[in-house]
């Protein structure tokens, strides 16, 4: 049982068979984005008004250029990519007979193509979008350049259709560094984020976190559409950060840099004082730097959570506290020694 938003909101929303929790999680597991969302997005002309889009959905983050398609190579053909015509494959279709265009175009445009998008303004001729509506293909224009528009489409579909996962936690942006602060429900970190976000910080998400791996390197944090930019603090309820703090207070999206966990005190547990070795954890399969702060009554969490993402930016710009502490310890000692001698 849950004991953060989702459980108060399945607490009060009834669904006949299942929870909003596992309805976010179904969608997710589809790995789709409408191509209706695409043309939204990049604010695409649709040249196929004719075609239903509705039901059309976009499952590949690649895309593809089909310069060897139209010179008649169909090997390996990726025909669920979305699919990207630039001045060169443009020319190259306008410069062939009728007859060829006739068979190419039917080999073509025969296969479950989610989209065709023409750049810098260029225009099908008549046979190519004849043959686009009989096979039910949208065909999309833009106004950018073709490599433009290929890196920024792949950029989106990148971070879209990555592996996505839920996660129990508070994520906030510190000094441009994505603090993920995770615990046991209750320990405090709602009210952690709240007095980072009184200190200029700004909230992503409070009490589940969407992390989706874009790449080896990188996990991007978001909210689910219904908790964004609300915190639920106990005794008083939820809170709009938005609403409170302006626009300046919350952030849509935010890398992962750095995973706070925090955990009831305990006497009997040996934490550590220096540093010297970086701790992480997992998910997704990619390793990020975590820091297990233990709390008891007096500890200002905030402060904590600041100088955490101030120290770990130090240690990415070169720098690193704990090993210069045991320089000069080492040089310390070594100088005792030679006295001695």
């Not at 942006?173 to 709240?194: F, M, N, P, Q, R």
């Amino acid at each position: 049982m849950r004991h953060g938003f989702l459980g108060i909101i399945q607490g009060v929303v009834h669904c006949n068979s299942v929870t909003l929790f596992h309805i976010n999680h179904k969608e997710k597991d589809m790995a789709s984005i409408s191509l209706t969302k695409v043309i939204e997005k990049f604010r695409l002309e649709n040249l196929t008004p004719e075609i239903d889009i509705s039901k059309i959905n976009v499952t590949q983050p690649d895309i593809n250029r089909p310069a060897l398609q139209i010179a008649g190579y169909f090997e390996h053909f990726e025909t669920t990519r979305l699919q990207v015509v630039g001045f060169v494959e443009y020319s190259y279709m306008n410069g062939l007979d009728e007859e060829r265009q006739i068979e190419i175009y039917e080999k073509l445009l025969n296969n479950p193509i989610p989209g065709i998008i023409f750049c810098r303004e260029l225009h099908p001729n008549d046979l190519f979008k004849k043959t686009a509506v009989k096979y039910g293909v949208p065909l999309l224009m833009t106004k950018k350049a073709t490599s433009a528009c290929m890196a920024e489409v792949i950029r989106w579909l990148n971070v879209k259709l990555a592996p996505c996962i839920s996660v129990h936690g508070v994520l906030v942006d510190v000094y441009g560094e994505g603090v993920l602060i995770t615990g046991e429900s209750g320990i405090g970190k709602s009210e952690a984020a709240l007095e980072l976000i009184k200190r200029g910080h700004r909230l992503v998400t409070d009490d589940v976190v969407e992390l989706r791996r874009v790449s080896e390197d990188t996990l991007v944090g978001s909210a689910p559409d219904i908790t964004k930019h609300f915190i639920e603090l106990r005794g008083i309820g939820i809170v709009d950060v938005k609403a409170l703090f302006g626009a300046s207070s919350v952030k849509d999206t935010q890398n992962i840099d750095l995973v706070i966990r925090l955990e009831d005190w305990d006497k009997e547990k040996e934490y550590d004082r220096l540093g010297l070795e970086e701790e992480y954890t997992e998910y997704l399969g990619n390793k990020v730097v975590c820091h297990s702060i233990p709390i008891r009554p007096g500890r200002n969490l905030a402060i904590i959570c600041e100088s955490a993402a101030v120290n770990h930016r130090q240690k990415k710009m070169g720098y690193n506290a704990a090993q210069e502490l045991y320089k000069r310890v080492q040089k310390s000692l070594a100088g005792k020694r030679d006295e001695e001698e």
